[in-house]
């Protein structure tokens, strides 16, 4: 994929993702979040009792509530610091 900064074209969009605290946090929540939906379809498949997993399964949720609103502010801020930034390099 071709970028309007040519500097980026050497550098894998992956690693873009892990260097930013909010790509890590990103990743780690989508994980969690995989995971236990892998869980859930399982035992759904299985006809498995859900019910002893419930508490495990709101905890989880919190955490990935947690982990994308703060990964959320995170960049809202980090983009707001920079606009400050951009403007005076133009002028």
Do not use: W
């Not at 019910?51 to 399964?57: F, V």
């Not at 609103?69 to 707001?80: D, N, P, R, S, V």
């Amino acid at each position: 994929m071709k970028s309007t900064i040519p500097l980026l074209n050497q550098v894998p969009s992956l690693s873009i993702l892990f260097m930013s605290p909010v790509g890590l946090m990103e990743v780690a929540a989508y994980s969690i979040a995989m995971s236990r939906s892998y869980i859930l379809i399982h035992k759904l498949i299985k006809k498995m009792p859900i019910r002893p997993d419930i508490r495990a399964i709101c905890i989880e949720v919190v955490i990935l509530v947690v982990l994308l609103l703060a990964g959320g502010f995170l960049e809202y801020f980090l983009i707001e610091s920079m606009s400050g930034f951009d403007s005076g390099m133009i002028d």
